[in-house]
């Protein structure tokens, strides 16, 4: 008797804590007090705060978490969307049509989240916003100042960033000590002060340099990056330290020693083989179970399979293929993020390392064409505005189309394979776009009609999501398989419906339209194994734990020409 009571009274036991623990979680969702992560960088840029922010993203949803992400910029541009690529790279579109900096692709392929215009404030909105304001008397003829103007309105839009999630990871762009970051940093500060300790959490993301002829790693930059962030008010909870190597615990306990920082707080993420392995390494230096004890939150555990699933295919290819991005941005790799990441996706879904050309569309030569892309497995042109590069990518399409090797073309892509196509199948001369020559005669590409007035830059192109009706019994129905698909669009341009008839007797099909069928949005060519280009950026819908269809299709060819390729030579 007394054996069963016990064996009763641990059973109940079990149940309460269980009840406990989940009922804890329960209580923190339905909680609308939102917690605050906010990351920093410091010494210099590029340490990949995105990639940190977007890994804790990652580890928190794994254990349950409602999480948002948003991207603070201390630029003075309204977006990205007038930046140069080289100087910004690439430019990512959310559903809404908001023009983003590439960070939040990122967050959506880590978090496996849609963001929107609230996800992504730059300074230029900031100070806009409270000068819209003061010319509309709503400071009742106050003196407009940084403090409290500027950073009440940061503070708005990051608590209005928050207010339908459980956690808000913000990450302020730049580097401590900037000039122009400066409010950002203060109205962080602020908000520490106001939701108190336990419901803010600051992360510092650092550089230690090795020197080589010191053979040794430096910490001083991080310690005098600590400083100025100290000096500002904000005393890091969490030190992740960005180097080439593993660092050593006695590097850490120096740095834990100088910048205030208990020991457990100091975690180390080195440079890795693919960026889809921080969220694992963040893991093992407990970075989200220090965040989770500092907010007081329970939550469920995750062994993160599909993420050890992901890297361990990364690693660990049975084949390789040869991908060539034909664009004018490719000294600057970062301009096609999104397209590398989702060609990396699809590598990792079918077991293949992706080895990428990018080639330089003004320095391919006619006679040099052959030399240059016969090698390659398949050929992708992905967007882009101007004519620079033109020829070169034409001449591409071209041997892409004469030779069978898979080609696939991402709005600019399409467009010039239209032009390609018009030239020499459906015998149009001088076939070109009005981007490119308003005054020619046939202009296979032309302006939207709704862009035709339009003289203001940024954000009046064709922005955001959109449906696209599939036409049966086409490659675009078979790599979808549905009739009504949604894409994210960010152009001026679209395929001259005058010329439909001739491109169509020629053999061009069209396979996806705007429901109304007056914008073509997917071309193919049915005697080819892999000749596809769509109006839209699939890329922005791909993420590693699940690539984007059409990619997925481009490389499977890919893959196909490459065994073919391999069996004739």
């Known amino acids: ?22 009922g804890n979680i329960i209580s923190m969702k339905c909680n609308n007090k939102t917690k605050f992560i906010f990351v920093t960088g410091g010494v210099v840029s590029s340490l990949g705060k995105g990639i940190v922010s977007a890994s804790i993203g990652a580890l928190l949803k794994s254990r349950g978490l409602n999480i948002s992400v948003l991207k603070l910029d201390p630029y ?50 900031i100070y806009l916003n ?33 207010e339908k999630c459980n956690i808000l990871i913000c990450e302020v762009g730049g580097t401590v000590g900037d000039i122009e970051s400066l409010p950002f940093i203060e109205a962080i500060r602020q908000i520490r002060q106001k939701e108190g300790i336990k419901s803010v959490f600051f992360i510092h993301v650092s550089y230690l340099p ?32 960005r180097s080439k190597n593993k660092i050593s615990n006695e590097i850490k306990s120096k740095i834990s020693l100088f910048c205030n920082v208990p020991l457990t707080a100091v975690a180390n993420c080195p440079d890795l083989a693919t960026i889809y392995e921080a969220p694992l390494i963040l893991r093992n230096e407990h970075v989200d179970q220090l965040i989770l004890e500092h907010l007081n939150i329970e939550s469920i555990d995750s062994d993160l399979a599909e993420w050890k699933n992901v890297v361990w295919k990364f690693k660990h290819p049975k084949k390789k293929i040869n991908i060539g991005i034909v664009g004018k941005y490719v000294n600057f790799t970062e301009s096609y993020k999104s397209v590398n990441e989702a060609l ?19 320095n391919i030569k006619n006679e040099e064409i052959e030399k240059n892309l016969k090698i390659l497995d398949g050929i992708l042109v992905p967007g882009g505005f101007g004519e620079r590069g033109i020829n070169g990518k ?80 086409t490659m675009a129905y078979d790599i979808y398989r549905q009739k009504l698909i949604f894409e994210r669009h960010r152009h001026r341009y679209e395929i001259n419906n005058d010329y439909r008839d001739k491109l169509v007797s020629a053999g061009l099909i069209f396979s996806g339209f705007s429901p109304d069928k007056n914008l073509i ?17 699939p890329e922005f819908l791909s993420n590693p734990l699940n690539p984007h269809p059409i990619f997925k299709r481009f490389i499977k060819e890919s893959i196909n020409h490459n065994e073919k390729r391999q069996l004739i030579y």
């Open 210 to 241: 090795y020197i080589d002829t010191a053979g040794e790693v430096k910490t001083k930059p991080t310690q005098h990056s600590v400083k100025a962030l100290l000096g500002l008010g904000i005393q890091p909870d969490l030190l992740l330290l």
């Open 521 to 537: 949005e997917i071309i193919e060519l049915k005697e080819h194994p892999f000749f596809l280009a769509c109006q839209f950026h």
């Open 130 to 162: 409270v000068l819209e304001k003061e010319r509309q008397g709503k400071y009742l003829g106050e003196t407009v100042q940084v403090i409290p103007h500027i950073t009440d309105e940061i503070k708005n839009s990051i608590y209005l960033a928050g």
């Open 394 to 473: 034409i001449a591409s399409v071209k041997f892409a189309r004469e030779n069978l090797i898979p080609y696939f073309g991402i709005c600019l892509g399409l467009q010039i394979a239209v032009i390609e196509f018009s030239i020499n199948c459906a015998h149009i001369i001088n076939a070109t776009s009005e981007e490119f020559d308003p005054k020619a005669k046939n202009l296979v590409i032309h302006y939207i009609k709704n862009q035709q007035k339009i003289t203001r830059k940024g954000g009046t192109m064709r922005l955001g999501s959109y449906p696209c009706a599939i036409m049966e019994n």
């Open 344 to 362: 990396i996706h699809a590598g990792i879904h079918l077991n293949t390392r992706i080895i990428f050309h990018y080639i330089d569309a003004e």
């Open 76 to 125: 003075l541009n309204i977006d990205p969307g007038t930046m140069n690529p080289f100087q910004h790279g690439e430019v990512f579109v959310t559903d809404d049509g908001a023009e983003t900096d590439l960070d939040l692709g990122h967050y959506e392929r880590y978090i496996s989240v849609k963001l929107n215009c609230l996800n992504s404030k730059s300074a230029g909105q």
């Open 1 to 22: 008797m007394y054996s069963m009571c016990s064996i009763l009274f641990c059973y109940i036991i079990a149940v309460l804590l269980i009840l406990k623990k989940f």
